[in-house]
């Protein structure tokens, strides 16, 4: 089976990349330059946790069963029309998920850490390597982790992952009118 590339997708999927970096960059940079070093440490771990629930979403979709979305749409359960949405956009899903919004938070939090530890350095008047790398590392680590552990819980849960979703979108989508 062959698949086609769709170059207005990919056109669009790059331009929302950019404009997720610079509003990202600005979120972090603007919260960064003022805060204190607890308030720092927070805006990381929202990063590094945005991109562990995007995993979770993109995992989710991809292995939850077609046929499961069909019957709760079939008996009108909300959300589940738009989680067989979701479902039947599984490759846009997860590369929205997966390389705009994973890509750009990973990319975020790691010059949010540098610039973390940059301020510590000042502060504590060294130039350590050891200081960044071992910032550097941790974050790595929670990353990475946090998805490997994200991964066996999306596998398990997927049709209540892509639901809840999809209920979210469902909520949204009336909210908005």
Do not use: P, Q
Not at 45 to 55: E, L, Y
Not at 89 to 112: E, K, L, M, Y
């Amino acid at each position: 089976m062959k698949i086609k590339t769709n170059y207005k997708w990919v056109i669009k999927i790059v331009l929302i990349s950019v404009i997720a970096s610079i509003l990202f960059t600005l979120l972090s940079t603007e919260v960064l330059g003022r805060a204190g070093y607890i308030i720092a440490f927070a805006v990381l771990a929202v990063f590094i946790a945005i991109g562990i629930f995007v995993d979770i979403i993109a995992i989710a979709v991809t292995v939850a069963h077609e046929a499961s979305l069909h019957s709760m749409a079939a008996h009108k359960v909300r959300g589940a029309a738009e989680s067989l949405r979701l479902k039947k956009n599984a490759d846009r899903v997860t590369s929205f998920c997966n390389d705009v919004i994973g890509d750009v938070t990973g990319i975020i939090s790691g010059a949010t850490a540098a610039l973390i530890a940059a301020r510590l350095m000042t502060s504590l008047n060294t130039e350590s390597l050891l200081l960044s790398l071992l910032l550097t590392g941790i974050v790595t680590g929670l990353s990475v982790g946090g998805k490997a552990v994200a991964k066996a819980f999306a596998f398990n849960h997927s049709i209540s992952i892509v639901l809840w979703v999809g209920r979210l979108i469902n909520l949204f989508k009336k909210t908005k009118g």
